[in-house]
């Protein structure tokens, strides 16, 4: 006989299946009913002996015991020797008795073997119930009506044990189908014939009616080999289970040893764990080494794990007590009196559940639980737990594996010093952002290199123990600064690299960069010494500048070394930083020319207070028209002018003509200054004091009326120096400024031992003030600075009037921008300043 156990799962919604069965236990009634009730007033069809209801409901209850449990999917099927004490009852019993004995048998096993749900109990009963009425009608229609136990009677018997026994495994089949779908009659007809124990029970029972209608005396000896046959059937029932879950313990250990990566082999231990034990549930949990949270894993929809973290409950202590610390198993059957395991059951939603522990690399760390054995027929028992240690064994090993490779591929593509990613790992990671941009799936990436100032003379004074710190704190730094924007690597000694994905936004890498030079301002303290550490960053971007990884590392180091030797910090690749570049080359020559031809030209951006409007002065800004390719760029030719040589030639050019402009301009009753830059070569010019004392001297123009603006990154590449030639343009009473103020990496630790009267704000931090929150913060924090140290603040790259009105509200002092003027050639000043006068309004930068 089968009976099946079987959970809800996916298909109709529970009401509906159990209408489905409620219809089929009916169905199933009503054929007992119909085919038994015709022969229910029959008399044995043997008269000697005869067998009362409650020997035939004691052999029912006998043969009940010793089953044989085969799991199915979802559902648990019951193989018994059922078929023996049916048979003896279609010879030696009348209907009606059989029906009883059949009925309490099935109303004891329910009741007290198994415990099922009520649903499952009664279409097990009913099905019992069918299997009766359908053998006793193919019994009665096919046996001689002479009686006796012969060759007919025999085939008789085999058809209806045989007819119900397929019937009762297509029923079962169609409440599978209600729970899991796909019923396949065939296959199910199929597998019921040639299932063997029917026929092996049939068989023995008929002999069995053999010797007993020959002499009753033959029970002495039928009665031992039933019970060896029942033995034999309970040892091949239990050698099956054996060999069955050996064939699933071997794929799990192939399962779990294909997964190098931990999260795979967590995830087989999980599923196999389930498979083996056949249970609803299965999970794990890792105690945290202070014992103060618990990390649960288990498996979600579609396989994929599920980590929960939390603090141990009581509950949770006394399994963690039995199982992690004791390094014991734990059974919780199901019914179990143990009002510890009742309480960890119900906390968990279980009705039964096996715990063993599991070991990792340094002991035992952990547990693995399965819980809810598929179908309610059996509880865990003590072999299960066998096999689910065998399982968390396994797991052990296979996680210790994981760990190790995973270990020695972490260590493959990190840096063993700061533990950032290696340039192994960051040309891997820059390969994947690459195809991402070529493949439409992202607009594009960066990369920065970044390469330490002085990192040989921390190593050569301090020794390389403390050059390893410096860079571990550098390292920290540097990822604090670009958090979740970046990646940061280390590609070896003090080199470092930045990158930044799914973006080909210039203004926002650039930003990046920046935060990035600002994170290295604050000195850092080895061996009771501060020391000051900058660095030279040099971007790319993709696709702009390359698309294919190596060169577009390439690009970026070509942009960091021009960093670094022009000082300017932060570098944005271009062209023309090949020093192989045939436009470079020709620009040198041309652009030698056009200083001795005095093609160069300065144009003017006027600057004036906001809280008056009045223009006090203007900012000189070096032009050139190139007769063939227009107008160049400042940021091209003036790092050709350095790298050639040119830069003191270009600065005497543009002093001299800046200062001209402004002598006009003070015969013409307007007493402006004028601001020049002077670039990081200009500061290490032993002449340059000289020079402008010269050209002041030349045009009559007070000390006071020129400006020099230089930045933070042209100071600090000698600061000695720089600072011992500030100090001596100040004596002749130049004005001096910091240029792109909030930039650098020094703006805190350097602006008080500069003898400057004024500081510039960054135009990137004016840009789009209104919008960035951070910005606004930053310029805030400039003014009140400059305000504090006594300094004037201007703001440059003021575009319209909101920003404006933002900068009044914070009391900044100068402004310069397309919102005020554009650069303007210095001829074309006075006439604007005199159109400006006409127009003069009731204050703001509308007066002059």
């Given at each position: 006989m089968?009976a099946v156990e079987?959970?809800?799962?996916a ?12 219809g089929?236990?009916?169905l199933l009634?009503?054929?007992?009913t119909?085919s038994?009730?015709p022969f229910?007033e029959s008399?044995?069809?043997l008269p000697d002996?005869v067998?009362?209801?409650w ?6 209850l006998v043969?009940e015991s ?22 003896l009852?279609l010879?030696f019993?009348?209907p009606?008795?059989?029906f009883?004995g059949r ?5 004891i ?10 649903l499952?109990?009664f279409?097990?009963m ?6 009766i009425?359908?053998a006793?009608?193919?019994?009665h229609?096919l046996a001689p009506e002479?009686g006796?136990?012969g060759?007919?009677?025999w085939?008789?018997a085999?058809a209806?044990?045989l007819t119900?026994?397929?019937?009762s ?5 169609v409440v599978i189908a209600?729970?899991?779908?796909g ?6 007809l199929?597998?019921s014939?040639?299932q063997p124990m029917?026929?092996?029970a049939v068989t023995t029972?008929?002999?069995a009616v053999?010797s ?9 000896l ?14 091949y029932?239990?050698l ?18 294909n997964?190098p ?6 995830s087989n ?14 999970s794990?949990?890792?105690?945290a080494?202070d014992?103060?949270s618990?990390?649960?894993i288990?498996?979600?929809a579609?396989g ?10 009581l509950?949770?202590e ?8 004791d390094g ?11 009002p510890?395991a009742?309480r960890?059951?119900a906390?968990?939603?279980l ?11 340094t002991?035992t ?15 865990f028992?003590?072999d299960?737990?066998?096999?689910l240690e065998?399982?968390?064994?396994h797991?052990?090993?296979?996680l210790r594996?994981s760990?190790?490779?995973g270990r020695?591929r972490y ?5 063993a010093?700061?533990g ?7 040309q891997h ?7 991402d941009v ?7 990436a ?6 330490l100032?002085?990192?040989?003379a ?8 403390q050059g ?16 979740r924007?970046g990646t940061?690597a280390?590609l070896?000694g003090?080199e ?15 930003r ?6 600002r ?5 850092i303290?080895l061996?009771g010494l501060?020391?000051?550490i ?8 993709a696709?702009?500048h390359a ?5 577009l ?5 070509l942009a960091?070394?021009?960093a670094?030797?022009s ?8 062209p023309e ?7 470079r080359l020709?620009l ?6 056009a200083?001795?031809?005095g093609a160069v030209?300065?144009h003017?951006?006027?600057k004036a207070r906001?809280?008056t409007?009045e223009?006090?002065g203007v900012e000189?800004?070096v ?6 390719l227009?107008?160049?760029?400042p940021?091209?030719f003036?790092?050709v002018a ?11 050019r543009v ?6 402009a402004?002598?006009e ?6 007493d402006l200054g004028?601001?020049?830059n002077?670039?990081a070569?200009?500061?290490q ?12 001297r ?5 000390a006071d009326?020129?400006t020099?603006?230089v930045?933070e990154g042209?100071?600090m590449?000698?600061?000695?120096r ?6 001596q343009?100040?004596d002749?009473?130049v ?7 909030g930039t650098g990496y020094s ?8 003898p400057?009267?004024e500081?510039?704000i960054?135009r ?6 209104g919008?960035e929150?951070e910005n ?6 400039i003014i ?10 201007v703001?440059e790259?003021?575009e319209?009037a ?7 509200s914070?009391n900044?002092?100068l402004?310069?921008g397309?919102?005020?003027?554009r650069?303007m050639?210095?001829?074309?000043l006075?006439?604007?300043?005199a159109?400006?006068?006409g127009?003069?309004?009731?204050g703001?930068l509308r007066?002059v």
């Amino acid at each position: 006989m089968t009976a099946v156990e079987q959970e809800p799962s996916a298909g109709l919604g529970v009401d509906q299946q159990k209408l489905c069965v409620l219809g089929l236990m009916a169905l199933l009634l009503t054929v007992a009913t119909l085919s038994g009730l015709p022969f229910a007033e029959s008399a044995p069809f043997l008269p000697d002996p005869v067998l009362p209801w409650w020997a035939l409901a004691c052999g029912y209850l006998v043969t009940e015991s010793f089953v044989l449990h085969i799991q199915v999917r979802r559902e648990a099927h019951t193989l018994s020797l059922s078929e023996m004490p049916l048979v003896l009852g279609l010879f030696f019993a009348t209907p009606t008795d059989l029906f009883a004995g059949r009925l309490l048998a099935s109303i004891i096993t329910i009741a007290v073997i198994r415990r099922s749900p009520p649903l499952k109990s009664f279409f097990n009963m009913a099905l019992g119930l069918m299997e009766i009425g359908v053998a006793l009608a193919i019994f009665h229609l096919l046996a001689p009506e002479s009686g006796g136990a012969g060759p007919l009677s025999w085939l008789a018997a085999y058809a209806g044990a045989l007819t119900a026994d397929a019937l009762s495994a297509l029923a079962v089949g169609v409440v599978i189908a209600l729970h899991e779908g796909g019923l396949d009659i065939r296959a199910t007809l199929r597998e019921s014939i040639l299932q063997p124990m029917p026929s092996v029970a049939v068989t023995t029972a008929l002999l069995a009616v053999t010797s007993l209608s020959a002499s009753l005396v033959s029970a002495a000896l039928l009665l031992p080999f039933g019970g060896l046959l029942l033995m034999s059937f309970r040892a091949y029932a239990s050698l099956a289970e054996r060999h069955l879950n050996l064939e699933r313990l071997y794929r799990f250990s192939e399962a779990v040893s294909n997964g190098p990566e931990i999260d795979d082999v967590m995830s087989n231990v999980l599923v196999q764990a389930k498979e083996l034990l056949r249970s609803e549930h299965a999970s794990a949990a890792f105690l945290a080494p202070d014992g103060r949270s618990v990390t649960r894993i288990r498996l979600g929809a579609g396989g994929r794990l599920i980590r929960t973290e939390e603090e141990p409950g009581l509950d949770d202590e006394w399994v963690v007590q039995h199982v992690v610390h004791d390094g014991k198993p734990l059974l919780l059957p199901r019914n179990t009196t143990d009002p510890a395991a009742r309480r960890c059951l119900a906390a968990w939603g279980l009705h039964e559940a096996v715990v063993v522990p599991l070991n990792g690399r340094t002991g035992t760390g952990g547990l693995l639980a399965v819980g809810d054995r598929l179908g309610v027929i059996r509880t865990f028992e003590h072999d299960d737990v066998l096999l689910l240690e065998t399982v968390a064994n396994h797991a052990g090993v296979a996680l210790r594996n994981s760990e190790l490779i995973g270990r020695l591929r972490y260590d493959a593509l990190h840096d063993a010093l700061t533990g950032l990613p290696n340039r192994t790992d960051l040309q891997h990671r820059l390969s994947e952002a690459l195809e991402d941009v070529a493949a439409g799936r992202a607009p594009g990436a960066a990369v920065m290199i970044l390469d330490l100032d002085e990192f040989k003379a921390v190593n050569d004074t301090l020794g390389h123990h403390q050059g390893d710190q410096l860079l571990v704190e550098v390292a920290a730094r540097l990822s604090a600064a670009v958090g979740r924007a970046g990646t940061v690597a280390r590609l070896g000694g003090d080199e470092f690299a930045v990158l930044v994905t799914g973006t080909a936004d210039e203004d926002r890498v650039l930003r990046i960069g920046r935060r990035v030079l600002r994170s290295l301002e604050q000195p850092i303290a080895l061996e009771g010494l501060e020391v000051e550490i900058g660095a030279s960053v040099g971007v790319a971007l993709a696709p702009a500048h390359a698309s294919d990884p190596a060169v577009l590392l390439k690009r970026a180091d070509l942009a960091m070394y021009d960093a670094k030797s022009s000082t300017r910090s932060l570098r944005l690749y271009e062209p023309e930083l090949h020093t192989d570049s045939p436009r470079r080359l020709t620009l040198v020559s041309e652009l030698r020319a056009a200083l001795q031809d005095g093609a160069v030209q300065v144009h003017v951006q006027p600057k004036a207070r906001l809280r008056t409007g009045e223009v006090v002065g203007v900012e000189a800004l070096v032009r050139w028209e190139h007769p063939e390719l227009g107008w160049v760029p400042p940021d091209e030719f003036v790092p050709v002018a350095e790298r050639s040589g040119l830069i003191g030639l270009l600065t005497s050019r543009v002093l001299d003509a800046s200062l001209a402009a402004c002598a006009e301009w003070r015969e013409s009753g307007r007493d402006l200054g004028i601001a020049v830059n002077l670039s990081a070569r200009s500061l290490q010019d032993a002449d340059l004091v000289e020079e402008v004392d010269r050209l002041l001297r030349r045009h009559g123009v007070p000390a006071d009326r020129l400006t020099l603006e230089v930045t933070e990154g042209s100071v600090m590449a000698d600061p000695a120096r720089a600072v011992a030639l500030l100090h001596q343009l100040r004596d002749l009473g130049v004005r001096l400024s910091v240029d792109d103020f909030g930039t650098g990496y020094s703006s805190l630790s350097y602006l008080q031992r500069l003898p400057v009267q004024e500081v510039k704000i960054d135009r990137s931090f004016i840009t789009g003030l209104g919008k960035e929150s951070e910005n606004l913060a930053i310029v805030r924090a400039i003014i009140d600075l400059g305000r504090h140290l006594g300094l004037e603040v201007v703001a440059e790259g003021v575009e319209d009037a909101a920003t404006q009105d933002l900068l009044t509200s914070m009391n900044c002092d100068l402004v310069q921008g397309w919102h005020l003027a554009r650069p303007m050639p210095t001829d074309d000043l006075l006439g604007w300043l005199a159109a400006r006068s006409g127009t003069r309004s009731h204050g703001g930068l509308r007066a002059v």
